[in-house]
């Protein structure tokens, strides 16, 4: 486990579950600097750790999932270019390649939105609203949130969002395929940590594959993304995992996995 540089990001680890939480209640869980300085080096952290097979994304309190930027701390950067290069957590949440849930508590706006947009599961508790509202303020998302937009609602929902930036509920936001499920407030964690522990249960190469090949399902042409997969599999079968997984539905046991 690492020390983190700021208590308004919290790290956990319990049996294999990596659980984030951005720890800003007060303040929207919105993300400062120092605070998008802590989710990158958390990021990495369970990025190479053998402990952590799945990870879950949260926010502390019952308001906010994450509020995005803090709007006041924009300001401080000397030139646009240097705001275009500072330390981006959406990135380095991408850049997992452990399966990511996000338990989406509560705002999930700009860069709250596009912090769960880049998680691989998105639950939502029923309370949780979703908006890109930057538009309002004169610009837009820059950490993937039209593309990944597009990808989960569809062009003219996103377009709708992007454009008005207004907010949509959890209910549409399930019909519109932004979200997995919608469950009780106080059930949404425990129901995150769930999914994430039996994901956890899976043998961690495939899982981590599986991950791999859909973004390679997204991003390049059909025949091609039919090829990788094919390789991956071929990867993947001759791990001592793939055996053990053989062996265990011939013995009809539960496999035990140790990521080789």
């Not at 309002?136 to 569809?154: D, E, Y």
């Not at 929902?157 to 509920?169: E, F, K, R, V």
């Not at 964690?189 to 043998?203: F, G, H, T, W």
């Not at 090949?213 to 001592?240: S, V, W």
Request: aromatic share 6%.
């Amino acid at each position: 486990m690492i020390d983190l540089p700021t208590e308004n990001v919290r790290l956990e680890v319990a049996d294999f579950v990596a659980t984030i939480t951005i720890n800003r209640p007060e303040k929207l869980n919105s993300v400062t600097q120092e605070m998008a300085d802590a989710l990158v080096l958390a990021a990495e952290w369970a990025n190479g750790d053998d402990s952590v097979r799945s990870v879950v994304l949260t926010g502390a309190g019952e308001r906010a999932f994450c509020a995005g930027s803090d709007i006041r701390g924009l300001d401080k950067y000397a030139t646009p270019w240097d705001f275009r290069n500072r330390a981006d957590y959406c990135d380095a949440i991408r850049a997992l390649r452990k399966p990511v849930i996000a338990a989406v508590n509560g705002y999930a706006f700009g860069g709250g939105l596009e912090t769960a947009l880049s998680c691989d599961i998105r639950l939502a508790s029923a309370t949780a609203t979703f908006a890109a509202p930057e538009i309002k303020l004169g610009w837009i998302g820059g950490g993937g949130m039209t593309t990944f937009l597009a990808q989960s609602v569809g062009a003219s929902n996103a377009a709708l969002m992007l454009m008005t930036g207004d907010p949509i509920d959890a209910e549409k936001a399930l019909s519109w395929g932004l979200v997995s499920e919608v469950v009780e407030a106080g059930a949404l964690l425990d129901r995150a940590r769930e999914l994430a522990a039996v994901i956890a249960s899976r043998p961690p190469i495939a899982a981590e594959t599986a991950k791999a090949n859909l973004h390679a399902a997204f991003n390049l042409p059909q025949e091609q993304a039919i090829a990788y997969e094919r390789d991956l599999q071929t990867i993947c079968f001759a791990t001592e995992d793939a055996r053990e997984g053989r062996a265990a539905f011939a013995e009809k046991r539960q496999g035990i996995f140790s990521r080789r």
